[in-house]
């Protein structure tokens, strides 16, 4: 069996499959909140994963994270929304907790490479935008019949964009949660965030775009009727798209 795992900075979830082939879930998916101490973050991750695998054999983990990921040192280096866990041994500390491999990479190109394995575009060129707790965009591309990711320096290019419409960033500047926002507050997100995603557009020219995080899954008909030129489509696996990334960073690595 293997486990996957999604981390955002509000959020992780776990789920687990027996094989890398597909993405079905052997059981219904267990939502954690992150607590933002690294320790106790662990502990209780662990004590999920133990309790799902049922003590059978864990062959690898595969963990998409919101951040700027070591993947050779297996660390956060910086994550604005999980800074508890920056610089801590994520990898090692699962890793020796649960006696087997395991793989952590950004979640943007986790998820890139999901929809490259598993979903409706295999095989064609997309951008992906991330808007949940935050926001973050990156390019699949293909060179030589090979899927590579290409990111953009985050400050650079979203830093600003996440200010003005990021999940958490909202909850700070609206006393609320972003689910709680009213349609007013609503279009006014979403003329900022559409004023963001149409600089993207010019400087990048994507050949389509899939949208991924809570954020954009729930706001996607807005997006596309500002940019109707443009193929626009909601990942192929929802609010499970991290989940799924997770099989494909095993895949990737195992196969």
Avoid at 20 to 36: A, C, E, T
Avoid at 76 to 100: H, M, Y
Avoid at 201 to 217: E, F, M, Q
Avoid at 218 to 232: D, E
């Amino acid at each position: 069996m293997y486990i996957t795992i999604d981390v955002g900075g509000t959020n992780i979830r776990i789920a687990v499959v027996v094989s890398l082939d597909g993405v079905d879930f052997i059981s219904k998916p267990r939502l954690l909140k992150v607590k933002h101490d690294f320790m106790e973050d662990m502990r209780s991750l662990v004590f999920n994963i133990n309790s799902m695998s049922v003590n059978q054999t864990i062959r690898g983990v595969g963990i998409s994270c919101a951040g700027t990921i070591d993947t050779k040192k297996g660390v956060i280096v910086s994550a604005r929304n999980l800074e508890a866990w920056a610089g801590e041994p994520f990898v090692n500390t699962l890793s020796k907790t649960l006696q087997c491999n395991v793989y952590l990479e950004n979640d943007l190109v986790a998820n890139c490479l999901g929809e490259c394995y598993f979903g409706s575009t295999r095989g064609k060129p997309f951008d992906y935008l991330i808007w949940g707790t935050g926001i973050n965009a990156g390019q699949l591309r293909y060179r030589n019949g090979n899927p590579k990711v290409n990111t953009f320096e985050w400050y650079e290019n979203f830093e600003s964009w996440e200010d003005d419409c990021g999940g958490r960033r909202l909850t700070e500047t609206y006393k609320k949660t972003p689910e709680l926002l009213s349609n007013t507050e609503w279009t006014e997100v979403l003329e900022k965030f559409n004023k963001h995603f149409g600089e993207y557009i010019t400087k990048n020219d994507p050949p389509r775009v899939i949208l991924g995080g809570s954020l954009a899954l729930k706001h996607k008909k807005a997006i596309q009727g500002q940019f109707p030129n443009l193929l626009i489509s909601k990942s192929s696996f929802g609010n499970a798209a991290g989940l799924i990334s997770g099989v494909a960073l095993l895949k990737r690595n195992l196969e």
